[in-house]
């Protein structure tokens, strides 16, 4: 059995960084595909940004330029550094990852959840 728990999340003025991180705990043998998604209040989840085991990565277009997503494969902790936060960039962040356990189970695993909240 794979965790997921996603941390960093809080309360920034317009403008300002914040940096998330999800570390991965459990019977793990490899993670593929690390990702980023967020669901606002009265919306459908998004994904944000995504990472591959090889380093390849995806952004969503509201977020390029802005958010870097990157992980530390030894540390089985995936992170997405956030600046120039706007108030739409308000909203519960969630890590998603595809891990494969050491009984070579393959499944895509979900976070909790952080709450970023943009706002002056």
């Known amino acids: 059995q794979v965790q997921l728990v996603e941390s960093g999340g809080g309360l920034v003025q317009p403008g300002g960084s914040l940096r998330l991180s999800c570390a991965a705990s459990?019977?793990?043998?490899?993670?593929?595909?690390m990702a980023w998604y967020r669901q606002a209040p009265g919306k459908q989840r998004e994904l944000v940004a995504s990472?591959?085991?090889?380093?390849?990565?995806n952004y969503a277009d509201s977020v390029k330029g802005r958010f870097t997503i990157s992980r530390d494969n030894a540390k089985n902790t995936g992170y997405l550094q956030m600046n120039s936060l706007k108030t739409e960039d308000t909203a519960v962040y969630y890590c998603?990852?595809?891990?494969?356990?050491?009984?070579?189970?393959?499944?895509?695993?979900w976070g909790p959840g952080t709450q970023v909240t943009v706002s002056s």
């Open positions: 998603n990852a595809h891990i494969l356990t050491m009984l070579l189970e393959g499944s895509y695993n």
């Open positions: 459990g019977n793990i043998f490899r993670i593929n595909t």
């Open positions: 990472i591959t085991s090889g380093g390849t990565t």
